[in-house]
């Protein structure tokens, strides 16, 4: 056991306990403890992880307070991560918790699963990081809290899912097989419904009498009621069965590939339930714009912004650098400079929603 099963007794319930597993034996790099960072940093601490380190060598300011809640006023003028780091260890003694030596993620990234960056950074920059979490097989997150818009980037690489809904497998006793042209398990469901579906796999397993049956292959249901259901092959030449036998639902392995940063700066997904495609893509060109003006000015527009003539060139250029997003789609540039005149400021809401996320 590498993890106290008391403990995590509720979030086990929640994730599984092979997940769980799994996630006691992560390593996890946080880079930057603003708002956003923090309720990262306290979130997956409280899950269990085998370790957490976070960077933050930016001195704590006024403003920083409105959003992060391991600061106050006394600490004006100190180091954010340093200011963290005792309360974070708070959450969770269970786990190693620490500050990486510097800001070079590139020289650590074999030391870590998981490389979490949760503060804007030059596209060139981001992109090399995440380049090398693929080659090294490591996973990737770039999450940026902009005012009223969360952006999270996430990059996994390739990998398969075992239980993509996390649920136990359905199983059943056998109580009698009819052979036939088609085969007829009666299963023993007396308190229940049986809930598999028509279509759905199974394996049978422990049947004595029956061998033809027990090869280890996954058949499919064709019918079903309550208590039995065929399937669609003829056992008229079967032995005789004798008894026993289990019906276990079989699950497919699912393979998961993950695009690249590059890729989605040009051919961006957006998530299933984000269906408004006009608003999605306002908001894709509103993060390119913000990273071209970040690689300019090194820093992050605020209200005083008033270079409207900059605005209009840099979107001028992201719109020809990516003229095959959208073809002859209007953009809404009121819509996305109200977006970058306010990325400069975390909020506390879109830090807590951005971090549970």
């Known amino acids: 056991m590498s993890f106290d099963e008391q403990l995590y007794s509720r979030q086990i319930v929640a994730f599984g306990y092979n997940a769980m597993n799994e996630l006691s ?6 880079y930057r403890i603003g708002g956003l960072g923090v309720e990262i940093a306290k979130n997956i601490i409280l899950a269990g992880p085998n370790k957490v380190s976070i960077f933050d060598d930016k001195i704590i300011k006024l403003e920083d307070i409105g959003s992060n809640f391991y600061i106050n006023e006394r600490d004006i003028g100190l180091r954010k991560d340093e200011i963290c780091l005792p309360k974070l260890k708070e959450l969770n003694e269970n786990i190693q918790c620490d500050i990486l030596k510097d800001g070079n993620i590139e020289r650590y990234i074999n030391q870590y699963d998981v490389i979490v960056i949760t503060e804007i950074m030059e596209l060139d920059k981001i992109i090399k990081i995440n380049e090398l979490c693929r080659i090294n097989k490591k996973g990737f997150i770039y999450c940026l809290s902009f005012g009223l818009v969360f952006y999270c980037f996430v990059d996994f690489g390739n990998h398969t899912v075992k239980n993509l809904n996390n649920k136990d497998k359905e199983k059943y006793f056998i109580k009698d097989i009819n052979v036939g042209k088609k085969t007829k398990i009666i299963i023993d469901n007396s308190l229940e419904h049986f809930r598999l579906s028509v279509n759905s796999y199974i394996i049978l397993k422990g049947i004595k009498g029956i061998p033809q049956l027990m090869d280890g292959k996954k058949r499919k249901i064709y019918s079903k009621n309550n208590n039995y259901f065929e399937i669609d092959e003829n056992s008229l030449e079967y032995d005789k069965y004798l008894g ?13 590939k993950y695009n690249s940063l590059k890729e989605m700066l040009y051919k961006p997904k957006f998530c299933e339930y984000m269906s408004n495609e006009k608003k999605n893509i306002n908001m894709h060109i509103a993060f390119l714009i913000i990273h071209e003006y970040f690689n ?26 990516y003229d095959t997003l959208c073809k002859d789609f209007e953009y809404d540039q009121i819509f996305i400079y109200n977006i970058f005149i306010n ?5 506390s809401p879109i830090c807590s929603y951005g971090g549970g996320l």
Request: no cysteine.
């Open 343 to 347: 990325s400069k400021y975390e909020i």
């Open 25 to 30: 034996k992560l390593n996890i790099i946080i």
């Open 244 to 256: 026993d036998g289990i019906v276990e639902e079989f699950r497919e392995q699912i393979e998961m």
């Open 296 to 321: 300019i000015s090194k820093k992050l527009p605020d209200k005083n912004f008033n270079n409207i003539e900059l605005f209009k060139n840099i979107f001028n250029k992201i719109i020809k650098t």
